[in-house]
């Protein structure tokens, strides 16, 4: 928002332009040269930007988004950053193309019966019980009365035998 026509009310209402530069803290330059028409440097390369941009979204079918525009106009010399680009595009109303939605190829039957589940629905002897906590689970491991199958104890450890056979005495 410019304060300049804040300071041009309180010119024409007598006051000191310099105490309402001082106040609202705009410098008495700019004010000045606002007021002569001076024209604002960025203004002026924005409106240029903008006319590239637009040039090069037409040579692009106006697929090109902000994104793929800076790149091209990096390439081409231009030295800006691809938000300004952003904004440039959203104030001169320019949208790149996005990607269709994607085809939905399957489409369910809303008046269809769902089959019924019949893992959940077992009842009786042949109902699977739920595993208790650490127990093995494993099909080729038979929990053993020690409810345990591993480390196996039928065997020694491998430092045992490793070496040959035990020496007898």
Do not use: N
């Amino acid at each position: 928002m410019s304060v300049h026509p804040f300071i041009e009310a309180e010119k024409q209402a007598g006051h000191s332009v310099k105490r309402a530069c001082e106040l609202l803290k705009v410098s008495r330059a700019a004010f000045c040269a606002r007021r002569a028409g001076a024209v604002d440097p960025r203004a002026v390369q924005d409106e240029e930007l903008t006319e590239q941009i637009t040039a090069v979204r037409a040579r692009s079918r106006g697929t090109y988004g902000a994104p793929r525009i800076h790149a091209v106009l990096q390439h081409e010399g231009a030295v800006c950053g691809r938000r300004r680009i952003a904004r440039l595009m959203r104030a001169a109303g320019l949208v790149g193309r996005h990607r269709r939605r994607r085809h939905r190829t399957t489409v369910p039957d809303p008046h269809a019966v769902t089959r019924p589940t019949w893992f959940c629905a077992a009842s009786g002897p042949t109902r699977r019980r739920p595993t208790p906590a650490g127990a093995v689970t494993s099909p080729i491991s038979r929990p053993t009365r020690a409810g345990s199958t591993w480390p196996p104890s039928s065997t020694s450890p491998p430092g045992e035998w490793s070496a040959g056979p035990p020496p007898t005495i």
